[in-house]
């Protein structure tokens, strides 16, 4: 039997929305191998409910060798995973196109185009990780310059990035999320002003004293909070405290919560990638999304 075409080789919910959003754009049927994370299996079930194009989808730990190795196209959500930098080293795939990994998509481009390491962001990279990054590197641009490497991205990487990335081969497709919008019920009824939860402090990079207050001056008056994905039971219980704010639960990525918003909601939102999805996934209800700062705490100021 012959390779197959395309896969979606996804990690989070948004690189899932993003797979639905190609497969869309693309009028085809698009199998998923899915990692086990946050979210992703009801965030899969949410998007066939609405007509996603996904073919079979195959849940997985580590590296999904096996459906890889069979298919040539690789829509894949995050270009900065040690797993792909090696499975791409190995397998070699003939064709690739990079989806959104949230606010990494500007920083990806300027790996792509040599301004910067082949890093994630603001982390310690060591072992096989920095070892298959040249040879994924390599694979990536002699792919680009054949004209088989893209990326496919709802964020402005600015016009000159965008010649740049042109100029060494890589196709890029803007999105608005146009099928999310299109394909979306009624938003439940949450009231005007809805607060996004985030896992800054979970990551370590704000105390948990400065997050609550944040929250409690977003939801002055009342508001609804959308929890992140990856918030801890404490965190959770901090934030429960804050006077007339109501913890809905969904399960699934804001994106697909708010996509069938008709009123104008006010959202709060602190540095992420929302900041940008959100925009899109609301346009022409009226909505306005508040990037918030939340103020420094001495203990955090003197971190």
Do not use: K
């Amino acid at each position: 039997m012959g390779r197959e075409e395309v896969l979606a080789w996804v990690e989070s919910p948004l690189q899932l929305v993003g797979a639905a959003e190609w497969a869309a754009a693309h009028r085809t049927t698009v199998p998923v191998a899915g990692r086990l994370t946050p979210q992703i299996s009801a965030t899969a079930d949410e998007l066939l409910s609405r007509g996603a194009r996904f073919g079979e989808l195959e849940p997985y730990l580590g590296i999904p060798w096996s459906l890889l190795a069979r298919h040539d196209h690789w829509l894949v959500g995050d270009g900065f995973s040690g797993q792909f930098r090696l499975a791409a080293s190995v397998l070699r795939p003939h064709r690739i196109t990079f989806l959104d990994d949230g606010a990494h998509a500007i920083a990806y481009a300027d790996t792509l185009l040599g301004r910067r390491p082949y890093a994630r962001p603001n982390i310690a990279e060591r072992g096989l990780t920095t070892v298959a990054a040249p040879f994924a590197a390599e694979l990536v641009h002699r792919r680009a310059g054949a004209r088989r490497a893209g990326m496919f991205t709802a964020f402005d990487l600015g016009a000159e990035r965008v010649d740049a990335l042109a100029d060494h081969g890589f196709g890029i497709r803007r999105h608005d999320f146009s099928w999310t919008r299109r394909s979306a019920p009624a938003a439940p009824e949450l009231g005007r002003r809805v607060v996004l939860g985030s896992a800054l402090p979970v990551d370590g990079r704000m105390l948990l004293l400065d997050y609550v207050r944040w929250v409690r001056d977003a939801a002055a008056g009342g508001a609804v909070y959308l929890p992140h994905r990856r918030e801890t039971p404490e965190q959770l219980d901090a934030v429960s405290t804050v006077t007339g704010l109501r913890v809905h639960q969904s399960g699934l990525p804001v994106e697909l919560v708010l996509a069938g918003a008709r009123g104008a909601l006010d959202v709060h939102t602190l540095p992420s990638s929302t900041t940008t999805t959100l925009p899109l996934v609301l346009a022409g209800t009226g909505a306005t999304v508040h990037t918030g700062r939340a103020r420094r705490s001495a203990r955090t100021a003197a971190a």
